[in-house]
């Protein structure tokens, strides 16, 4: 069984912001969760990851729920540029688990 | 600037040939990974290194070996491909609980 489930595709106006949802209801209170993004032919790109509080960096925002069970990527301001498959990935130690992923369409 | 560099970047074997998967580092990371994506799924881990001289296995390992070479290098060993091994393959390093860098893949093509 996936240990994070994700919707399989979203859409996005350009330039509005853009929450991308993230279960994972079996997280255990040492995993962290990560989030990457992939476009076609390339490998995936590191954007954001925590364990209990929200995190900022220049990229996005991760909201973990208080319970952990959830969490949600924040992109500000959607560009051209962020259209792509998107990751959760619960870490456990040193295994990576990734679900199926969000392909995020952004329309100009 | 190279990351993590992946050779070859294409590969076409029959079954039951055998083949390595080259990956290194400049990152000076400790850690290394080895995934496969199949098409239309997320990555599944194989094998994982966390520090020189180290190897584990991840979710899938069955039918591959690695090698920790030393801290730059992680290679990915098929003794017998098999046409369920189609994949791209792709190598990641990172610091303990860091972020992974990825290298672009090796599309691998077992007929």
């Known amino acids: 069984d996936a240990k994070t489930t994700q919707p399989n595709s979203m859409e996005s106006n350009e330039e509005e912001p853009v929450h991308l949802p993230c279960n994972h209801s079996?997280?255990?209170?040492?995993?962290?969760i990560h989030w990457y993004r992939q476009l076609p032919s390339q490998g995936p790109e590191y954007v954001i990851h925590?364990?209990?509080s929200n995190v900022n960096n220049r990229m996005a925002s991760l909201a973990i729920a208080e319970d952990r069970k959830s969490s949600t990527l924040i992109l500000h301001r959607a560009t051209l540029r962020d259209a792509a498959v998107y990751y959760c990935?619960?870490?456990?130690?040193?295994?990576?688990?990734f679900g199926t992923g969000t392909s995020l369409t952004v329309i100009p | 600037n190279a990351g993590v560099t992946q050779t070859p970047k294409f590969q076409v074997l029959k079954t039951g040939q055998s083949m390595t998967l080259q990956c290194a580092q400049d990152?000076?990371?400790?850690?290394m990974y080895w995934y496969r994506q199949d098409p239309g799924m997320g990555l599944r881990l194989i094998y994982y290194?966390?520090?020189?001289?180290?190897?584990d296995k991840g979710e899938v390992p069955n039918g591959y070996n690695v090698s920790r070479l030393n801290k730059r290098e992680f290679s990915l060993r098929l003794e017998s491909a098999a046409p369920s091994q189609t994949s791209v393959y792709f190598c990641?390093?990172?610091?303990?609980?860091?972020?992974?860098?990825f290298g672009d893949g090796t599309r691998l093509s077992i007929l």
């Open positions: 990641a390093s990172s610091e303990v609980r860091g972020a992974q860098h």
């Open positions: 079996t997280i255990s209170g040492t995993d962290y």
């Open positions: 925590g364990l209990t």
């Open positions: 990935i619960l870490n456990t130690g040193n295994q990576f688990y």
């Open positions: 990152m000076n990371h400790n850690s």
């Open positions: 290194s966390a520090s020189e001289g180290t190897t």
